[in-house]
């Protein structure tokens, strides 16, 4: 299968399903809605309100809902999300949303795949995104430039080391294509916010709109916020991933941490909401405190001195690299992501490797 | 004598010179002077002229504006992938006859290049290194089955790969092609992990058998590391006896862990993988001359990495003169480049070139000075 044979013909719900296409969005302008449209019209209100309904959800639950049969609006609603996501102009919102929204685009490309369409992957894999992939035997060869950039985790099956690689080219199924299409098309909807044109003075309803999901995201993450006030304070210590409670452990019992333990606890505390003070008195008991580095360590982190930047913790592929992290935490890539999760009341199960 | 040297050479520039930061470290200082750019290979030049620098960096990574003195500032628009082959990451039985180390907490001292305090269990050492053709030899086994991986694995033509001697313990290998640039830290993690082996689930490799047993899923003429396990299992099971050739070897599933796992120590590359993972590396400057050896990073094509011998690998690098000078080293390695130095006496007789480098690695004192 190569670029010059394929021609894909896209159906209506093809646009719905997929509405970042160039095709999808083209089929919008035909429309000739305007912004002003969008926040004067009845039409304009309905998709207008059907994105901040999807927004609502992303925020809430992480989830967003599949399309319905009308797929025009099922694309202005897509569109306008992202103007107001442009408004909002919050990249972690925006990744959120593109997370969210990718997942759903996986299950659609699985289906196609059961259905033996695999043009339309082809089709998004490598116009859209410019993918190096060619069709070989029953899978498919994809340029590990592209493979490692749309890799979903670094270990297991998905590393490189355990994958048949030629001369540049990585061999996998159709079916883990279209997983790689999931990050693939979250990356590209990233790009698309970022390259939203806003307005410096947006109609008033399309104002208000970014005001309201503004305003649910600040409020969702002052809950969270809260929640790891309690951790603290309460010592819940269920809602911590192992490896820090593990260091918290060690910590509080006056072992003494090495340089990158200290930082990995450090930074994590610092990013659920631990004040500085908070955090220095938790160091206290160490053989070899000194207050004034500490102090100052703790407040380079936290973003109060020096480049001024927060340094966020380290991530599970580093912890595992530094020896800090012994165990296998499901669907967790990131320590703060096991402690927001188990905060929302889904506790993610882990075990212990050794 | 460094300052001869740059007189009379003109070192060319790296590419998109304009887009680099350079770092550089000089004989009355400790500290390293950054965030330098040089709009031309004539301005670096002069520099190197002018200044004649002790150690001289380069970024792997382009950036916007390079001389920017903070990291957030400069732009990052994209960085080689670098390999670093050192010597310190190989272990190698020479290091016996010419490393040596002392430790500053309890003061206990030692021969070879041990990670911790024998004695104490201190990493606070203070150490000797000194590199020999027989570690030169081990590098260059590593560098090899790095371009191995490189060029059947990835693809990457040996255009646009550059393997330089690193001046002093080993080689670094430079991949320029367009499709690495962008590469964040995490991919190149990951490409790191590839080249090691590390990571490997043996279980990818194997499935069941009738008998209960396991056999290799993959032949010899699989690609990746899959085809190099089984090439490496069958030379193996060839040299034993009791298999029977011809027929897919079935073992239990222990026996082939065991089996893979020294596939991978011995297949994989030992590389320094902090180099590689760096997105915004300052690495040594080909052309330069090394501050501890007076030994120029001289650039090597494949060719000659297959097929010249240590010495004439290293000799590639040697800027200064052969003339024999004498010199006053009362404790020195027993081996060192491609000498075995006397035993005896304060004072032996080297050629110049081994002088500097005793001298500059050591604090020799080189007792018959030689125009450069």
């Known amino acids: ?354 | 004598m460094f300052k001869s040297y740059y007189r009379r050479t003109s070192i060319p520039p790296p590419p998109m010179v304009e887009s680099r930061e350079f770092g550089f470290q000089f004989f009355d200082s400790q500290s390293m002077l950054r965030h330098l750019a040089f709009s031309s290979g004539e301005e670096l030049n002069r520099f190197l002229r002018e200044r004649v620098p002790r150690h001289a960096y380069y970024s792997t990574a382009l950036y916007e504006h390079p001389s920017a003195p903070d990291m957030s500032e400069k732009g990052w628009r994209g960085a080689e992938v670098v390999f670093d082959i050192d010597i310190d990451h190989v272990y190698t039985p020479c290091k016996d006859l010419h490393d040596s180390w002392k430790c500053l907490d309890c003061g206990a001292e030692g021969r070879g290049a041990p990670l911790k305090c024998p004695a104490c269990g201190s990493e606070k050492l203070e150490r000797s290194n000194w590199v020999c053709n027989l570690c030169i030899n081990a590098a260059r086994e590593e560098i090899l089955k790095l371009l191995d991986f490189l060029e059947l694995d990835f693809g990457i033509s040996r255009k646009e790969m550059r393997v330089y001697f690193s001046g002093h313990r080993g080689f670094h290998l430079h991949v320029e092609s367009e499709d690495v640039l962008p590469l964040e830290q995490d991919v190149r993690r990951e490409l790191s992990d590839y080249v090691r082996g590390l990571g490997l689930d043996p279980e990818t490799l194997l499935k069941r058998t009738r008998s209960g047993k396991y056999s290799l899923r993959y032949g010899v003429d699989a690609p990746g590391w899959p085809g190099r396990i089984a090439k490496y299992v069958a030379l193996i099971l060839a040299e034993d006896p009791s298999s029977r050739g011809g027929t897919p070897p079935e073992l239990p599933l222990g026996a082939w862990k065991e089996l893979i796992s020294r596939a991978v120590d011995e297949l994989g590359v030992k590389i320094d993988e902090k180099v590689t993972i760096d997105t915004r590396r300052l690495i040594r400057l080909p052309w330069t001359l090394h501050g501890k050896t007076g030994l120029r990073v001289v650039e090597f094509s494949v060719g000659e990495l297959e097929a010249f011998t240590a010495e004439d690998l290293l000799g590639k690098a040697i800027v200064f003169s052969q003339e024999e000078t004498r010199v006053r080293m009362p404790k020195r390695p027993k081996r060192v480049l491609f000498y075995e130095l006397e035993e005896d006496g304060e004072v032996i007789r080297v050629p110049f070139y081994l002088a500097v480098y005793l001298h500059a690695n050591g604090g020799a004192e080189i007792l018959d000075w030689r125009p450069g």
């Not at chain 1, 699985?110 to 992957?121: M, R």
């Not at chain 1, 540049?168 to 979250?186: D, H, K, M, N, P």
């Not at chain 1, 001024?308 to 595992?320: E, I």
Request: aromatic content about 10%; charged content about 25%; some cysteine.
């Open chain 1, 1 to 354: 299968m190569t670029s010059e044979q394929l021609r894909v013909i896209l159906s209506s719900e093809d646009y719905a399903r997929y509405p970042f296409l160039p095709e999808a969005l083209n089929h919008l302008r035909e429309l000739g809605l305007t912004l002003e449209d969008l926040s004067s019209t009845s039409l304009g209100a309905i998709i207008l309100s059907r994105a901040k309904d999807r927004l609502a959800r992303v925020i809430e639950s992480s989830t967003y809902p599949l399309p319905d049969e009308d797929y025009r609006a099922e694309i202005a609603a897509f569109y306008a999300s992202l103007l107001i996501l442009a408004g909002i102009s919050d990249q972690r919102l925006t990744e959120k949303f593109a997370i969210a929204y990718s997942k759903n685009v996986h299950l659609f490309l699985k289906q196609e795949v059961e259905k033996g369409n695999f043009s339309k992957l082809f089709y998004i894999a490598h116009h859209l995104l410019g993918w190096r992939v060619r069709q070989v035997g029953e899978g498919v060869m994809v340029h590990f430039s592209d493979y490692v950039q749309a890799q979903p985790e670094y270990v297991g099956p998905w590393k490189l080391v355990n994958r048949l690689v030629d001369r540049g080219y990585v061999f996998i199924s159709w079916q883990e294509l279209a997983r790689l299409l999931e990050t693939g098309v979250r990356k590209y909807v990233v790009s698309l916010v970022r390259d939203v044109n806003v307005p410096t003075s947006l109609p008033e309803n399309v104002y208000k709109a970014v005001e309201e999901i503004s305003a649910a995201w600040s409020s969702r993450q002052h809950d969270l916020r809260a929640i790891a006030r309690t951790v603290y304070s309460e010592k819940k210590e269920g809602m911590l991933p192992p490896c820090m409670r593990e260091l918290l452990r060690k910590q509080s019992s006056g072992e003494n941490l090495s340089h990158s333990a200290r930082f990995a606890l450090a930074s994590f505390l610092i990013s659920i909401g631990l004040s500085v003070d908070e955090v220095l008195d938790l160091f206290r008991s160490s053989p070899d405190f000194r207050e004034d580095i500490a102090r100052y360590q703790v407040e380079h982190i936290a973003g109060l001195r020096g480049s001024r930047v927060k340094y966020s913790p380290y991530k599970c592929d580093n912890m595992r690299s530094l020896g800090l992290c012994r165990w296998e935490c499901e669907k967790v890539s990131h320590p703060l992501q096991y402690f927001y999760r188990a905060a929302r009341g889904r506790v993610p199960s882990s075990r212990e490797l050794w």
